[in-house]
């Protein structure tokens, strides 16, 4: 088997009825039988169950899998168990609310034959939609082969997003990751340990549209989502940061890790901002698990005490002032 179309699922069986007849549909065009569709449900109580059933018995000329936890293990546990069940060289691992646009799996298979052997991990270029309003894309690449050290850095950090990512299953397996189980950041992490000495197949075409709310609606899904008393956009800034500057731990060269702080550095005003606009209400002890999170990347720079410091404690009518303004400005 060439390829596996790794689906972790849960509770989302609306949209995974869409994406899978969409992937069926891509499937039934290629005359290829070596990719398979694999679904891991993580003991979804809506109708997961029976569309993927209905589906297995209206595609009997496709190779699916689907199974079924005995009780929720949580993100990473469901992605490596989706790993494990799929038998290709190579695992694609795909959001259960993500969309591929047309021909992408043929896109994909095709490169992968292209390159076949020469990378251990593969990035799948992707488009941000919000609102049903395409951005500007995040990366302009070149479909080619590059070296594990630069791959963090040539991407932008964007692998964060798992369903641009394809593993060499023979190279996820021979990881440990016990240690990554309850990070909610397994293939982010499973993949600097794989490109530490590896290499990377970047596929440039943007075969994947990640749909978005807006940053008012995002926000407001993750509101009771709060790891170690932070908000959960903050947390996962922080954690991403810590992520790039630890890099040099795993070979990464110096300037790789220099090079991707100070990409995360540009983003720490405007995760503050975006915080405090959102967020209706937060108390004095979040305020102080943000000052600390803050503080454990950036407590030796200048700029913590000098700006982060001042505006995780202003008020949010000092943030609600500052964009009146910029509205008013801009018009």
Not at 42 to 51: A, L
Not at 81 to 93: E, F, R
Not at 168 to 193: C, F, N
Not at 312 to 328: D, E, G, M, T, Y
Request: aromatic share 10%.
């Amino acid at each position: 088997m060439k390829l596996s179309l790794a689906i972790p699922t849960y509770n989302r069986g609306a949209t995974l009825d869409i994406q899978l007849h969409d992937l069926c549909s891509q499937l039934s065009k290629l005359n290829r039988n070596d990719i398979e569709i694999v679904i891991q449900d993580n003991c979804s109580p809506d109708s997961t169950s029976d569309i993927c059933k209905v589906l297995i018995e209206n595609f009997p000329q496709l190779k699916i899998k689907y199974s079924q936890n005995e009780k929720n293990l949580g993100f990473d546990s469901n992605v490596d168990l989706s790993i494990q069940n799929s038998v290709g060289k190579y695992v694609w691992v795909i959001s259960d609310d993500d969309h591929l646009c047309e021909g992408a799996v043929q896109t994909v298979i095709f490169e992968l034959d292209r390159f076949e052997g020469q990378f251990q991990f593969a990035f799948v270029n992707y488009k941000i939609s919000i609102d049903n309003v395409d951005s500007p894309l995040k990366c302009n690449l070149e479909t080619k082969i590059i070296s594990g050290e630069n791959f963090f850095s040539t991407t932008k950090l964007s692998s964060s997003f798992i369903t641009s990512c394809i593993f060499e299953k023979k190279s996820w397996m021979s990881l440990d990751r016990l240690p990554y189980i309850g990070s909610m950041w397994i293939h982010v992490l499973a993949t600097r340990e794989v490109l530490a000495k590896g290499k990377a197949l970047i596929i440039a075409t943007p075969l994947i549209i990640m749909n978005k709310p807006s940053l008012e609606e995002s926000r407001k899904e993750k509101e009771s989502s709060k790891p170690d008393g932070i908000e959960f956009y903050t947390y996962a800034h922080i954690t991403i940061t810590q992520f790039c500057q630890g890099l040099g731990l795993y070979g990464y060269p110096t300037l790789e890790v220099k090079s991707l702080d100070s990409l995360c550095r540009k983003e720490d005003v405007n995760q503050i901002i975006n915080y405090k606009l959102t967020t209706k209400t937060y108390s004095i002890g979040e305020c102080c698990k943000t000052l600390i999170a803050y503080h454990s990347i950036r407590g030796n720079e200048f700029g913590f005490y000098l700006l982060l410091a001042p505006l995780i404690i202003a008020p949010r009518s000092f943030f609600k002032l500052l964009r009146w303004v910029k509205n008013v400005c801009g018009k």
